[in-house]
């Protein structure tokens, strides 16, 4: 997969690995069908593992050849040593967990650094689907209240006070809508928050 080819299918996928170098080693912990594996291996030559649960998703992963571990990520990363990996990424997935403080504290354990990215609750149609008396729906959010497989809603500054707490600088913060960045009032006009940390 080319780079052209992953803009068009993910966008923010697509902003998110300018900060991923050549040759890396990567995890990504909710790999989904594999489409940033893909680009990363094809494209950057990294040498790149994903951790998927869903049976579909994982069929997908070997489908497009990305090396995929069938696991519960509730489960934490035990298998992997520290600073095993260059960068760790944990892409639209973090808020399905119940446990998310030891999940990030585990993800900063085994990567030099990590890239994170979640639904912005703090969105201006999500406010104003609140202010309605409604659940918000949206593109980044597309699942009613009884269906969504989101357990925990956040925002960018929550995010934020969480990366600190667990020992995390957060190297850059980025509010994408559509795949590109939002740079006026971006918790109020970004769709998606994207972080870059690492260990204090």
């Not at 990504?28 to 790149?48: E, I, R, T």
């Not at 934490?76 to 639209?92: A, E, K």
């Not at 990366?163 to 009032?185: K, Q, Y």
Request: glycine share 6%; proline share 5%; charged share 25%.
């Amino acid at each position: 997969m080319n780079f052209s080819e992953l803009s068009e299918l993910r966008p923010d996928l697509a902003f998110i690995a300018h900060w991923i170098k050549p040759k890396a080693r990567i995890l990504d912990v909710g790999c989904g069908d594999g489409v940033m594996l893909d680009y990363l291996q094809s494209d950057k030559q990294c040498a790149a593992y994903g951790i998927e649960i869903a049976d579909d998703k994982v069929l997908a992963c070997t489908q497009r050849r990305v090396n995929v571990i069938q696991q519960d990520m509730e489960n934490g990363l035990s298998m992997f040593r520290d600073n095993g990996f260059d960068t760790v990424l944990c892409l639209s997935s973090l808020q399905m967990m119940k446990h998310v403080e030891p999940l990030l504290r585990d993800i900063a354990r085994v990567g030099q650094e990590a890239i994170v990215s979640f639904p912005n609750f703090g969105y201006w149609p999500h406010r104003t689907a609140l202010l309605c008396g409604k659940m918000p729906v949206s593109k980044s959010l597309p699942y009613e209240w009884y269906d969504t497989p989101n357990l925990r809603c956040a925002t960018i500054y929550d995010f934020a006070d969480l990366a600190t707490e667990v020992g995390l600088e957060v190297l850059e913060c980025v509010a994408l809508h559509e795949g590109r960045p939002v740079t006026f009032l971006p918790n109020l006009r970004g769709s998606l928050a994207v972080f870059r940390l690492r260990k204090k």
